[in-house]
């Protein structure tokens, strides 16, 4: 690698140069990256850390992966994810719910898409991210893009072998180094004298409120279709 | 159906024990589908490559692949080996010169829609006038699609490539195709000896859902991920998501390279690292290339010999350090462009040093006595030429 800690957060310019094309690997199992360079996890966990607690704006991107999963470790994954941003002060959710592009263009205060997520970063002055559940060929997408034309500080939890164009990658993340980099985040908060009660990130504005009590196909939009109900039918309970 | 008992690839690939045998190219092949665990293997068939393929479908009849059938022509064999692996098939195709060039659009489609698929590729004459004989041009039109492309040397790389290859195209971080080139007839018809693990092993099967996509592009509840529609649909998307997805396939690409020196002991293969003159060759090539060294050597002369077994990614670190006090670099080649030496020659500081050549192409056998020829010139050695009449 020619140049020590070479990712770092942007705007890098016009288009920029992926982090593997400057010779950063990915971290092996147990390791994290750190700025392009392999270094241990705690290291790693506690850089991300301070930026969550010391950059404006910091806000949670959530996946497909975490959204949409059906399985207990999905579940476990987006409670672990939602206990991690009750400890960040004044955190956000604004989640990335599919990869389709959107036209004519997304509601920034709503969501991120990877086709162009500098339009929720920039919208939204967030300085400070974590994607989490988002599959790897579209975080990498995004990650560059954002690191090309924005001065936010990428941190990707990811669960499976890490993101070379993060500011902080962790690999193999799951429910428990989720809440592990939580206890990390809560220590470093300490030490920064930073004083914060844990609470939930407010609602996102630009969603209706959820109605849990009638939940009607409509609710699901253009998804509607998926559900196949009879005319006029209202589901009274869902699982 | 077989007996066959899941093993992890580390033991598949480095520990487990070997019987050798002495089979062809195509057998190596087909060998290697036999213990990989493949759901499906669709091809049309076209010479050198048919054998391959006839190989594959016996082994669809015994029970060693879930699925097999012959395309209307190559676009269509190739089509349908992306769809299958989107949804979530391990496949497996092969072809060879007219046969690639047919299915191209396809092929070179693979990388962006992250496709982990393995393609063998018996390379043949692609140009007219028509021919079957081996000449390995049509490798360069696949260098540049963010394939992963390896040049098997032997009956042995064929196996231990396209089994390996298996394992790296669905590493998380790489999740592209590859493909097996190698040269048909020197390889495919003729027979070496090749060192097999035991029949009754095979590979665990794919798991689709370890993947850096979505595994299909189908109906998810409560929503519908696409994969491709950024693709699909240009005028939904920005100039900049186009760029960073052909920035994130190179990158998968130069990712792939850790695994290849993890399976397969490395890019490239270095014969007498202190040589002054160097052959560079891969494929057939580097055979011929390994017997010159060898003369070299028993004359006295100090030749070493870089074998390139990855062309994507290239090894250029690699050969920059071995070549870095070389005097001179022969790069002999089954084609007429001569697609390896300009990579090597991109790959050093002194370009100068680097000879073109020898080629033959059409079909002809390379013999060595052309590569000794290039090594008495880098020497300042004359000899004299007998004619016999």
């Known amino acids: ?239 | 159906m077989p007996e066959q008992r899941v093993v992890e690839p580390e033991y598949l690939l480095l520990e487990a024990p070997r019987e050798r045998k002495f089979i062809t190219g195509s057998q190596a092949f087909a060998e290697a589908v036999k213990r990989a665990n493949v759901d499906v293997a669709i091809a049309y068939p076209i010479t050198p490559q048919s054998e391959t393929m006839h190989l594959v479908g016996d082994l669809y009849a015994q029970g060693y692949v879930k699925d097999y059938y012959r395309a209307e022509e190559e676009y269509g064999a190739m089509s349908a080996i992306a769809g299958a692996v989107r949804g979530g098939a391990r496949a497996f195709s092969a072809t060879s010169g007219p046969g690639l060039l047919r299915g191209l659009e396809a092929i070179v489609s693979w990388p962006g829609h992250r496709i982990p698929a393995v393609l063998g590729v018996m390379t043949r004459v692609v140009n007219a006038p028509l021919s079957i004989q081996p000449d390995n041009v049509e490798i360069a039109y696949l260098l540049h699609s963010g394939l992963i492309v390896l040049h098997a040397e032997n009956q042995q790389d064929v196996f231990d490539f396209t089994l390996a290859g298996f394992v790296i195209s669905e590493k998380v971080d790489v999740y592209l195709p590859v493909v097996v080139a190698t040269e048909g007839f020197f390889v495919t018809h003729a027979k070496g000896y090749v060192d097999l693990p035991p029949e009754d092993m095979k590979l665990p099967p794919r798991d689709p859902y370890k993947a850096p996509v979505p595994p299909t592009d189908c109906e998810i509840p409560p929503a519908r991920i696409q994969r491709d529609a950024p693709v699909q649909k240009s005028n939904f998307m920005s100039y900049l998501i186009h760029a960073v997805w052909q920035q994130e396939v190179w990158s998968a690409n130069k990712r792939a390279a850790k695994w290849i020196k993890h399976y397969l002991g490395g890019l490239i293969e270095v014969v007498n690292p202190d040589a002054e003159v160097f052959i560079v060759a891969s494929g057939c090539a580097a055979a011929q290339g390994r017997e010159a060294q060898r003369y070299a050597t028993m004359e006295g002369l100090n030749v070493g010999l870089v074998k390139v077994k990855s062309l994507r990614p290239f090894p250029t670190d690699e050969i920059r350090e071995v070549l870095k006090n070389a005097k001179a670099v022969i790069v002999p080649e089954h084609n007429i462009v001569g697609w390896l030496a300009k990579e090597v020659k991109a790959s050093i500081p002194n370009s100068g040093i680097v000879v073109d050549g020898p080629r033959v192409y059409g079909g002809m056998t390379l013999p060595v006595e052309l590569i000794m020829d290039e090594i008495y010139k880098a020497f300042g050695i004359k000899k004299e030429k007998k004619t016999v009449v």
């Open chain 1, 1 to 239: 690698m020619a140049k020590k800690n070479p990712i770092q957060p942007g705007p890098e310019g016009y288009i920029p140069t992926p982090a593997a094309f400057q010779g950063c690997d990915l971290p092996p199992p147990g390791k994290a990256l750190l700025y392009g360079e392999i270094v241990d996890e705690e290291t790693a966990m506690r850089e991300a850390a301070k930026a969550l607690l010391t950059r404006k704006n910091p806000t949670i991107f959530p996946g497909p992966l975490v959204l949409w999963g059906w399985s207990s470790d999905a579940m476990e994954k987006a409670k672990a994810v939602l206990e991690l941003a009750k400890e960040i002060p004044n955190c956000r959710i604004i989640p990335m719910p599919d990869y389709r592009p959107k036209y004519p263009k997304i509601d920034p205060e709503a969501e991120i898409n990877p086709n162009h997520p500098n339009l929720t970063i920039l919208h939204n002055r967030i300085e400070v991210c974590i994607f989490v559940g988002v599959h790897c060929h579209y975080a990498n997408l995004s990650l560059r893009m954002i690191r090309a034309g924005t001065n936010c500080y990428t941190i990707a939890l990811c669960g499976e072998m890490g993101h070379e164009d993060a500011m902080v990658s962790l690999r193999d993340v799951h429910a428990d180094e989720i809440r592990k980099f939580k206890d990390v985040l809560v220590e470093v908060r300490k030490e920064l004298g930073i004083e914060w009660e844990p609470k939930l990130p407010p609602e996102n504005p630009s969603l209706p409120k959820e109605e849990w009590v009638k939940v009607s196909p409509l609710d699901f939009g253009e998804y509607a279709y998926l559900l196949i109900p009879r005319r006029g039918e209202i589901v009274e309970e869902s699982e």
